[in-house]
């Protein structure tokens, strides 16, 4: 509190002390600012209540005796403080409950402000006479326990104030969590939840309706502050992200009000929070509607979620209000109570004649000498105070039986077995406020509605509110509707219950739940990725890898596929890949098995053929001996290509490899002999050459069977070493297969493999280049040099080609190689022959063959 606070209520408590002890009259300065309420009783509980809502100027000297009246009229709290009277009255005709005592009361109004409530209150514990004598002036305060305040603010400053003196405060409406610090305010109490579970219950809302981008505007008061501060923490983690965070100043200066508005007006948050009381919220609310904010969705706390005159200037603007309120239920016998209220029930108390007189615009005596004439007040009045907002006044009744129950459980002591030192039991003629407070801590006893209270370690009461939904009749007029409720005790999966089929949502959405989000919601098969700069609810939506999937809307991560799974093409689930390989079911491995087939079919063509013509002048002067050899070797290269065809196994892996090496070895060792065949034959014509008798037949065959075992002693090196083997790789479209092959195990085996091959295909063409213009009807070297240039262009192009085919088409590259090289061999070399053994036999004679 401020040093002139304390100063007051020195002056306030210590002044009549100092003046008892000079033995002079003792004066008490009376700070109840509208009037009050008294009824006599063996013990008097006293009552703070907002009657009217607007406090006169305050006197900040604290010098002179408050005169102005208080304003506007609050008919809820009026209805507030007759559940106190009918509630206590109640009690009193209890013959269970406190048969021998009577309870009395001594109600204050403090008109909604934190200088009129701390007046109200210091005059309720100091007396409420005017003037004492002095031996009153130094006797404890007769009021042992106050029932209020209703405002979270003015309830800190009051329970600051009276906590000093240890009296206790059972407040029905100040909602605030700063008020369950037990340090800073060990004498507080109250039936109304905490503001901790009203921010809760928010933030359930919020998540279960999926809205995560949501403006909220709070009060620039305790409770607006401290609730602020603790939904945010509540949303925190929560996916919830706040478009904005906007202060109702308690200046209303209506510029700040426009700014505000703009600022919901613009953002494509379509739900808002409103963490104020109901005067802060009222302005707020009444700048919207002149505006015609009609597109938002409002979620209102406690403090103005059943304000039922907000409803006669709103008009269809705040329908759809989903609003958190505090749980009421009918008290039995209340509502009748408060349609007997007669005028004949207050003929001499001030505060009640105010009421009536300023809230219905009569008066209870007809004064001529007043400006306008005004009605005379007649019962019809209760029919509004009926019709007035009904939440808060369980809270009260509760309030009220907490104090009688504690102050029976303090006639039931006995003695010797109390509480207090010495087994001592506590005193009742008077009460005192210490001894009060500790049984009003474990008090414990059910309603005649069946609801269980206690006040926890805080002096808290367990979280229980109602879900209202402001709905427009078919008569037109707003009506607060029931649509869930939150019960803390009921457990974390069951405190939370809300029936979305019969809430009708503000901003036009009608039975629709609305959309309030920063970013539409990330699809399957995709992950949020969040925009730079903005909070975690502003997000891209980013297609998962291939291999990863999200199986779930607005994922923050993708999922790597397990092993031998892949994605399929949405990105949301895994699918095993499939298992490919080079087949024979496969068009290629069908076409490539076909194309082998027939070339080794055609080499057997041409085998029978030269064997069936092997007397005949040709194919004796081709030397038909390496021509058999030759188109044997051949006939093995086409057959190879079948066995890189089919489910790669160890042992196929080993013989592709290998029979492919020593097959094209054979092969070219043939050719190459024919050529130097060639070119020996031409230079032994000459006249002393000798040159022949070095390539006879043995010689021939020597060599061929020399290259041959140069490929033979690499091939077992390979396998020996480092062998082919199957490997599974990903490959094919997107990854989503398993590519079954033959790896090469050693690249330097299979690159000297290769590389012999090329070297003698080499040397065959370099020969047979040399050898190209011998006479034409015996240049078998110009057909050599053809296919040996089909050899070399084929197995050069096969390089990249090789290196850059994914999958399977990497065997098929390999295979098509073979085949190429092997046709161009066979076509380039045998075709000519076949074409005049064949279809012209009349050339194929000596004469013929011995011409130039």
Not at 183 to 199: E, G, H, Y
Not at 697 to 721: D, E, S
């Amino acid at each position: 509190m401020s040093v002139n606070t304390w100063l007051w209520v020195l002056e306030l408590l210590a002044g009549p002390i100092w003046v008892c002890s000079l033995g002079l009259p003792c004066t008490l300065q009376s700070r109840s600012i509208s009037g009050s309420l008294y009824k006599e009783g063996d013990v008097i509980i006293g009552g703070l209540f907002p009657i009217h809502s607007e406090a006169p100027e305050p006197d900040h000297t604290f010098t002179q005796r408050q005169e102005g009246r208080c304003r506007s009229v609050n008919l809820r709290s009026y209805r507030w403080l007759q559940t106190m009277t009918f509630t206590l009255e109640k009690i009193n005709r209890d013959p269970t409950l406190l048969p021998n005592l009577t309870l009395g009361y001594l109600a204050a109004d403090t008109c909604l402000s934190e200088g009129s409530t701390l007046s109200a209150a210091l005059s309720l514990v100091t007396g409420q006479k005017e003037v004492v004598s002095g031996e009153q002036c130094t006797k404890a305060p007769n009021v042992p326990v106050i029932i209020g305040d209703a405002r979270s603010s003015a309830s800190v400053v009051v329970a600051d104030t009276v906590g000093v003196f240890g009296i206790p405060m059972v407040s029905y409406y100040a909602s605030c969590a700063c008020l369950s610090d037990r340090k800073r305010f060990p004498t507080f109490l109250r039936t109304v939840p905490s503001n901790s579970f009203q921010t809760k219950v928010i933030a359930r809302l919020l998540h279960q309706m999926g809205w995560s981008w949501v403006g909220v505007i709070y009060g620039d008061d305790a409770y607006g502050e401290s609730s602020m501060q603790l939904l945010m923490n509540e949303l925190e983690g929560s996916g919830v992200c706040m478009s904005y965070l906007e202060v109702i100043p308690k200046s209303h200066t209506p510029s700040k009000i426009r700014q505000i508005v703009e600022t919901i007006q613009s953002s494509k948050a379509q739900v808002v929070v409103i963490i104020a009381i109901s005067s802060d919220t009222e302005v707020l609310l009444r700048e919207v509607v002149r505006r015609n904010v009609t597109d938002k969705q409002w979620i209102a706390t406690t403090s103005w979620s059943t304000a039922g005159y907000y409803t006669a200037w709103s008009g269809i603007s705040l329908s759809g209000v989903i609003g958190i309120a505090i749980r009421s239920l009918e008290i039995q016998g209340l509502s009748s109570y408060l349609t007997k209220l007669s005028i004949e029930n207050y003929p001499t108390e001030e505060l009640e004649q105010k009421v009536w007189e300023e809230a219905f615009g009569c008066r209870f005596v007809m004064d001529n000498q007043s400006g306008l004439p005004r009605p005379q007040c007649t019962n019809l009045e209760n029919d509004r105070i009926q019709a007035a907002e009904f939440d808060g006044m369980y809270n009260v009744y509760k309030a009220v039986y907490a104090v009688a129950h504690a102050i029976q459980d303090m006639l039931d002591c006995q003695p010797g077995k109390g509480p207090f030192k010495n087994g001592e039991c506590p005193e009742i003629k008077p009460v005192r406020p210490e001894q009060l407070l500790h049984y009003l801590k474990a008090v414990n006893f059910t309603t005649s509605m069946g609801e269980i209270v206690y006040f926890d370690n805080n002096g808290d009461p367990t979280g229980s509110y109602d879900i209202v939904n402001w709905q427009i009749t078919s008569e037109g007029k707003v009506e607060f509707v029931k649509v869930g409720n939150f019960n803390s005790s009921s457990g974390p999966d069951q405190d939370f219950q809300l029936d979305v089929q019969n809430v009708i949502w503000g901003g036009g959405w009608g039975n629709k739940v609305p959309v309030s989000v920063c970013s539409e919601s990330c699809p399957l098969g995709t992950r949020k990725a969040v925009q730079k700069g903005k909070p975690v609810c502003c997000f891209d939506c980013i297609p998962c890898a291939a291999g990863e999937i999200s199986n779930a809307t607005d994922s923050t991560e993708c999922i790597k596929c397990p092993q031998r799974f892949w994605s399929n093409t949405d990105r949301t689930e895994c699918v095993p890949m499939l298992v490919e390989f080079l087949s024979f079911q496969d068009d290629m491995g069908i076409t490539l098995s076909v194309l082998s087939v027939a070339g080794a079919a055609l080499t057997g063509t041409v085998l029978a053929a030269f064997f069936h013509h092997r007397d005949t002048p040709l194919v004796r002067a081709n030397n038909s001996e390496l021509s058999f050899l030759l188109l044997l070797s051949l006939k093995l290269c086409f057959l190879c290509a079948l066995a890189f065809i089919g489910q790669p196994a160890p042992w196929s892996c080993m013989l592709r490899h290998t029979l492919f090496g020593i097959s094209f070895v054979v092969c070219l060792a043939c050719v190459l002999s024919k050529t130097v065949v060639v070119l020996v034959a031409f230079r032994a014509t000459l006249p002393g050459s000798n040159l022949m008798r070095y390539f006879g037949p043995v010689q021939q065959r020597a060599g061929i069977f020399f290259c041959t075992l140069v490929q033979v002693g690499i091939c077992v090196l390979w396998v020996v070493l480092a062998p082919p083997l199957p490997t599974e790789t990903a490959g094919g479209e997107l990854g989503a297969r398993v590519v079954l092959l033959c790896a090469v195990g050693s690249v330097v085996g299979f690159s000297l493999v290769l590389g012999y091959i090329g070297l003698l295909a080499a040397v065959c063409f370099l020969l047979a280049f040399l050898a190209r213009k011998l006479p034409d009807n015996f240049n078998e070297a110009k057909f050599i040099t053809f296919s040996m240039l089909i050899f070399c262009a084929v197995w050069i192009a096969f390089v990249p080609a090789y290196v850059s085919s994914p999958g399977k088409y990497t065997v098929a590259v390999e295979v098509f190689a073979i085949l190429a090289s092997s046709y161009g061999l066979l076509l380039c070399i045998f075709a000519p022959k076949c074409y005049i053994i064949l279809l012209r036999p009349e050339r194929n004679t000596k004469k013929n063959m011995m011409a130039k």
